[in-house]
């Protein structure tokens, strides 16, 4: 908890809500510094200007207190504003011990502050830490209520995965540190609150009612219900959903981790030891994630899910959305260049210095002929939204969280790309993994950079491989969303950049000490595009294959 001296204020805590002054005092005192420590919260490479409470609606308890949830605007020096969902519970010293949860349980990441209202000392914290708001969330969805609020209503919709007779089940938050909450009831029920809002629906809901209802697609955990923020002449704000939980030994991150173990031990004695059923594990998921994608490939879909082609629109907005990308990520390492360690400044400097290169193959898909197709996607594909599954679906896995980029609108995230697009998050994130092993492990302290180096490419290569030709084997042929190897590795290079680009943001924003992993990403795809760059440099006739070549003799 921020150590910040305690907030004092005659009101009662039932009676904030529409004390404009108070919220302003939270907003200018207790809450910057503890938003700032919040795993969710985006901003914190950014120069902020400030933080207010817009909107606050009140969550009545089932004892007669109050929860509320408060829209916290964040402003920067540069950009627009952003939203994001705190819940917010106020425990006195005095209701402490008849509550049905123990404050000691609190974790620090979930205490905003200590206050005095009303006389009454206590603490603020996170409300999902309450045990009573979230039974009044689960309640409300599981009762299908409306609750009017002084600005618009909350709707809480129930899905056709929540069954009778689960209304009291009991929460408790996972201890998961990501860019929003989430919560389990009775071990049945998955809720996530949106952390990061927006003025429209989240896309994630329409997408997992479309896998669920148009193609019956197994792999994801079925619609348990939403949280809307409705208003009139403004678009509804997805505030939470539910799923049905789905019983995980853990997921695919995790998964790949306990492989690389393995792997790891054996790099120090100069062994290359890779286990069969890592390969094994990694075709099935590169079947799903085909199977995933054929899903959501409805050649007769309504406008919001039919395919569509390259379109001059599309590539204009995948270069300009490209560029501003690369603008904010070349500004952002400069701004950040000095707390990076010698290895990762060596890396963005021959990022920056590629930046001509890039832009140049980036014009090229202006106006590159492309007959592959456009469907919805995933949009933030990687290892930890794949949970491992062994219960029931005999060591299957199962896709979450299709939210799309944290970082992209609302409006963005359901534009429609090659679901190459999800194969690049993949690979990125394969890349991720075996990084993170090898380079930050007791078990190679001292071991030779370089090598470890070559080690790690190889690892590298080679599940990469592995998953892309399963993926390719779920579609037949012709096949019916890529033209020809040249397209597909033209639109993974693309994709895989742009994506090792957005993960720089991340790391720089969530976890500097990672910065260096999207880095040699960049890195990987500019020597691929230096290898493929013509004399001339205007156009790129034939895209031979990222480094193995094993897409180069297949036909799609
Ligand atoms: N339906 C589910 N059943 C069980 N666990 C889940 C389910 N959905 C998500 N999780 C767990 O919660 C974590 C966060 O969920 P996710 O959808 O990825 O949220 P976020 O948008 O915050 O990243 C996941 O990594 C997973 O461990
Ligand atoms: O919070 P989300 O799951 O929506 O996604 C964000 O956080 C991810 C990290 O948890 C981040 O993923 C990056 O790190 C992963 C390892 O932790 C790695 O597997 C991914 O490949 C890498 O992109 C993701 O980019 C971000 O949107």
Known sequence: MATLSPITANLTWADAAPDTNFWSTLAQGLLPPYVNTCRWFAGKARQQTGFAVRTVHTISLPDGDVAYLLILEAAYADGVPENYLLPISFITDHAANSLPFRLADIPDKGRIGEATLGEQPGVLIDAIYDERFRRTLFTAIYQNQTVPQPNGQLTFHRGKGLDEGDDALPSQVLPVDSSNSAMTFGDKYFMKLYRKLFRETNPEVDMVAFLTDESNFANIPAFGGSIVWKRDDTPDVTLGMVQRMVPN??????????????????????????????????????????????????????????????????????????????????????????????????????????????????????????????????????????????????????????????????????????????????????????SAKLFNSA????????????????????????????????????HPLFKDSSEVNFLLLIYLLEKAVYELGYEISYRPSWVKIPLKGIIDVIRDIEKIRLSDGNTIPDVPMLQTGLLQTRSV
């Not at 360690?341 to 400097?349: K, N, P, T």
């Not at 071991?447 to 892309?468: A, E, G, M, N």
């Open 249 to 434: 030994d853990k997921d695919s991150w995790a998964q790949t981790g306990d492989y690389l173990n393995d792997f790891l031990y054996a790099v120090p004695q100069r062994l290359f030891a890779i286990r069969e059923d890592v390969f094994d594990r990694v075709e099935l998921l590169g079947k799903r994630t085909g199977e995933m994608h054929c899903a959501l490939y409805k050649p007769n879909a309504d406008a919001a899910f039919a395919p569509e082609s390259f379109t001059t629109e599309y590539r204009e907005f995948l270069i300009k959305r490209f560029e501003d990308l690369l603008d904010r990520r070349y500004a952002l390492l400069i701004d950040n260049y000095t707390k990076l360690d010698i290895q990762a400044q060596r890396l963005a400097w021959v990022f920056m210095e590629a930046k001509e290169m890039i832009d140049t193959f980036i014009a090229d898909f202006r106006t590159r002929p492309f007959d592959s197709l456009r469907i919805r996607i995933h949009g933030d594909y990687h290892l930890g939204q794949v949970l491992a599954v062994s219960q029931g679906m005999n060591n299957d896995f199962v896709i979450i969280d299709f939210e799309g980029e944290p970082e992209s609108s609302i409006t963005e995230r359901k534009i429609k790309h090659s679901p190459l697009k999800d194969v690049a998050g993949m690979i990125r994130s394969y890349h991720y993994a075996v």
């Open 443 to 478: 078990e190679t302290e001292g071991l030779d950079p370089d090598h470890l180096q070559r080690v790690s490419d190889r690892w590298f290569y080679l599940i990469r491989d592995t998953f892309l030709n399963a993926y390719m084997d779920t579609f037949g042929t012709p």
